[in-house]
């Protein structure tokens, strides 16, 4: 990240985007808890494979519409108060876990979960936004959104060891508290931009010259954009069906992935906490890769291209993990997992930075995002339930779900290439393309 100093000015907004990184970080840590635990839950509570599809499906049921009415309340209270609230929401019910003596109560917390976590990423993407300009909004999308992959890397290990050491119970405590904390730790450290302590007004003036989703009162009052306003575009609605192809393989890793490691391919828990982490870490890395990849290629192409070219090849290589259910040793699947995962970070760096880049202003930056990341999960709901529909005690019953799944990112990587447009500020009604809301004509001041 970003260390030194151009100009005198600082660089107060990558600890912002730092900061975005633990919170999702530790959100992945949260939900994927449950997904290392499941084989010790089913025991000790008596669940069947088909149910625990259905618990880990149960967090998307609220997550996924989450997203909408998240991208709402951060669009109007501001990123400081949703994402605090929210973070210490869901610490707490996933700290709530321990009392958990069935089906039914592992069903409630899982939905109170996954309607906390939902504020996040609209949050999230609505930070990227104000705190960055527009050559360093991908970079930025990366930093932020590697938090969902160090965090899946992290929970593996972390909730391997504390189960063989307390029991399963004791992760959701742990986990939960660590939510709680960082919760807490927002309302401290988080201002908008203007307000920041340590920005200075170098730095302001860099961030805003630079194309940064801020309030500007000289713009005019906020123009009101209704969901179906901007689902009047069809670049919305290929990021929405581009994300669910992404995150409809993303989503095996932090769900089924253990279990496959386990019962596919035979490791025991201290070899999933250890292998486990291979894949994540590796697309740790790799979005930071992405992501300076696709703020180089912006300078050059524009942002259009420098988004889509990277999305879709990353997305087609990713389709790779088809090959992970075939091959005949750990290692090869293990390394073909890393891959996939690795392509869809990439893929992730630039599709996160998607939202400030179209919404048609300032206002509306967490609503684009809340929709894009609805429909991506929707995913989360099918893809536990579609596995859980094939698996058996036989090894080979994970063939069938990753070679589809590779055929759905490959129609996610057709969405972003055939159905978006180009990526600049989509119109609302009585605007002329690339003109933000509430700014007049003369105001403009296209992306990128």
């Excluded at 179906?228 to 769900?255: E, K, Q, S």
């Excluded at 390394?335 to 939202?355: E, K, N, T």
Aim: charged share 15%; hydrophobic share 50%.
């Amino acid at each position: 990240m970003h260390s030194g100093r151009k100009d005198g000015r600082t660089n107060a907004r990558w600890l912002i985007g730092t900061l975005l990184m633990v919170g999702t970080a530790i959100s992945y840590v949260d939900r994927t808890n449950i997904s290392v635990a499941l084989p010790y839950i089913e025991d000790d509570l008596h669940i069947s494979t088909q149910m625990s599809g259905v618990l880990l499906a149960a967090f998307f049921w609220t997550y996924a519409p989450g997203q909408i009415s998240g991208g709402w309340l951060a669009d109007r209270i501001g990123p400081r108060l949703a994402a605090g609230a929210a973070v210490v929401w869901w610490g707490f019910f996933t700290a709530a876990n321990v009392v958990a003596r069935g089906v039914w109560s592992l069903l409630c917390f899982r939905l109170l979960l996954g309607a906390g976590e939902s504020v996040g990423p609209p949050t999230f993407a609505k930070v990227v936004g104000r705190w960055f300009p527009v050559n360093e909004r991908a970079k930025a999308a990366a930093v932020y959104d590697s938090g969902s992959r160090l965090g899946t890397a992290l929970a593996i290990p972390l909730v391997a060891l504390l189960i063989g050491a307390f029991g399963w119970r004791a992760s959701f405590v742990v986990t939960g508290a660590v939510g709680v904390l960082f919760g807490i730790g927002w309302f401290v450290l988080y201002r908008d931009p203007d307000s920041h302590w340590l920005a200075n007004r170098a730095e302001l003036d860099y961030i805003r010259s630079g194309g940064s989703r801020q309030d500007d009162a000289s713009a005019g009052p906020p123009v009101k954009a209704r969901w179906r306003d901007l689902l009047r575009h069809r670049t919305v609605w290929g990021m929405m069906i581009g994300f669910f192809g992404l995150n409809f393989a993303f989503y095996f890793f932090i769900t089924w992935f253990p279990s496959y490691l386990a019962e596919a391919r035979g490791l025991d828990l201290i070899k999933v906490g250890v292998y486990g982490m291979i894949p994540p870490l590796c697309a740790f890395f790799a979005e930071f890769f992405g992501g300076w990849l696709s703020d180089r290629l912006a300078r050059r192409w524009g942002v259009t291209r420098a988004r889509k070219v990277p999305i879709v090849i990353s997305m087609v290589l990713a389709s790779s993990i088809a090959l992970a259910a075939v091959v005949p040793s750990a290692a090869l699947a293990i390394a073909l997992m890393a891959f996939a995962m690795s392509c869809l970070a990439v893929a992730g760096a630039c599709i996160w930075s998607l939202p400030a880049d179209v919404a048609p202003g300032e206002h509306q930056v967490a609503s684009v995002a809340g929709l894009q990341n609805f429909a991506s999960n929707l995913a989360g709901i099918l893809c536990p339930i579609y596995f859980g529909l094939f698996l058996t005690s036989d090894a080979h019953s994970y063939v069938i779900p990753l070679v589809s799944t590779g055929a759905v990112v490959i129609l996610g990587a057709a969405a972003y290439l055939f159905v978006c447009g180009p990526f600049e500020k989509l119109a609302l009604a009585g605007q002329g393309p690339g003109e933000a809301a509430g700014a007049t004509k003369t105001r403009t001041t296209p992306v990128g």
